[in-house]
C-alpha cells in the first residue's frame, strides 16, 4: 500500500511535466506508472487471497489498494486526455490543481505509513488536511471554469480542452478525498 501511494506522487509529478515534455512522452511515463501499481494492486490481492490473517480486515486493505488504484487511473487518464487533446501546456490554474494535487498525494504517502505503527491521530490529521486541500481545489476548478465560459476570447475548442483537464485534475483530487476518508474511518475502526 506504501508503495502503491508512492507511485500515486510518481504519476503526478510524471503528468506535471507536460509543460517540459510533448503530451504524448507525458502519457507514456504515467501509463508506466500506472502499469507498475497495477501490478502492485494484483500483488495485494493475491497475497490476501493467501492470507488468513491479517493486521488489517482483508477487505479493508484491498478497499485502500483500490482507492489508491483508483487516484493513479484517474491521473493516468488526465495524461491520455492531455495527448489526445495536444494540451502541450498547463494553463494557470491547471498548473494550480496539480500543484495541489501533489500536495494531496505527498499527504497521503505520508500518512499510509502511520498504519502500521497504529498512529491513528496522525491519519485523521492527514485526513483533514486532504479534505481541506480538495475544497481548495474545489474553489480554484469553479474559478477557472467559469473564467472559460466568461471571456469571449475563448474559442469552443479550447474552451473544451481545458474545461476537460480540469475536470480530470479535480477528479483526482476528489478520489485522494475518498482515499483520506477512508482512512480516516480505519483510524476510528481500529483506533
Do not use: W
Not at 504524448?24 to 502499469?35: D, F, R
Not at 475563448?154 to 476528489?174: C, F, G, M, T, Y
Amino acid at each position: 500500500l506504501e508503495q502503491m501511494t508512492l507511485l500515486a506522487v510518481e504519476a503526478v509529478k510524471e503528468l506535471g511535466k507536460l509543460d517540459e515534455r510533448a503530451p504524448e512522452s507525458v502519457a507514456e511515463a504515467v501509463l508506466e506508472v500506472e502499469h507498475r501499481a497495477d501490478q502492485l494492486f494484483h500483488e495485494i490481492e493475491s497475497g490476501l487471497a493467501r492470507t488468513f490473517v491479517t493486521p488489517l480486515d482483508r477487505d479493508d486493505i484491498h478497499q485502500l489498494a483500490a482507492e489508491i488504484d483508483d487516484v493513479i487511473d484517474t491521473v493516468n487518464i488526465t495524461a491520455r486526455v492531455c495527448s489526445l487533446l495536444q494540451v502541450t501546456a498547463f494553463t494557470e490554474p491547471m498548473r494550480a490543481l496539480l500543484g495541489i494535487l501533489d500536495r494531496c498525494t505527498q499527504e497521503l504517502a505520508q500518512a499510509l505509513p502511520l498504519l502500521r505503527s497504529f498512529d491513528f491521530p496522525g491519519i485523521l490529521a492527514a485526513g483533514r488536511s486532504v479534505r481541506s486541500l480538495e475544497k481548495e481545489a474545489d474553489g480554484v476548478y469553479r474559478q477557472a471554469l467559469g473564467g472559460l465560459f466568461q471571456d469571449p476570447a475563448v474559442d469552443a475548442k479550447q474552451l473544451l480542452r481545458e474545461r476537460s483537464v480540469l475536470e480530470h485534475i479535480e477528479e483526482a483530487v476528489n478520489r485522494c478525498e475518498r482515499l483520506a476518508k477512508t482512512l480516516s474511518i480505519f483510524a476510528v475502526k481500529y483506533g
